[in-house]
């Protein structure tokens, strides 16, 4: 996966401080949060990151990266199982001949 997209200039950090009326936070704003443990090696990449680009912090940037990468996950389920060419089956059910199960 490149780091291009996270790295672009056109990236804007949202603002920091946010004022909600009548101090009604949005729901998804108030859920707790929690720790994922990764490698301290991989973190000080990730900071290496962080420092080059208009990311506030690590955790703002592996959020919108795990974030983006959800989002093609689930993009990619939507579209059900992969399609097996003509050549692939028939590889598949020869294998399977081979092997006694047909």
């Known amino acids: 996966m490149s780091l291009a997209p996270f790295l672009s200039t056109q990236f804007t950090p949202a603002p920091r401080s946010v004022s909600w009326a009548h101090g009604a936070m949005p729901t998804a704003m108030r859920e707790s949060k929690v720790t994922i443990k990764i490698p301290r ?4 990449r990730i900071q290496q990151v962080v420092d080059e680009s208009g990311f506030d912090s690590a955790t703002d940037f592996v959020v919108y ?4 990468l ?3 996950a689930e993009a990619n389920a939507d579209q059900g ?3 097996f060419t003509q050549d692939e089956l028939a590889d598949v059910k020869r294998k399977l001949k ?3 199960y047909l």
């Open 98 to 100: 081979n092997l006694g």
């Open 41 to 44: 090696p991989l973190y000080r």
């Open 70 to 72: 959800m989002g093609e």
């Open 65 to 68: 990266v795990l974030r983006d």
């Open 81 to 83: 199982p992969p399609e």
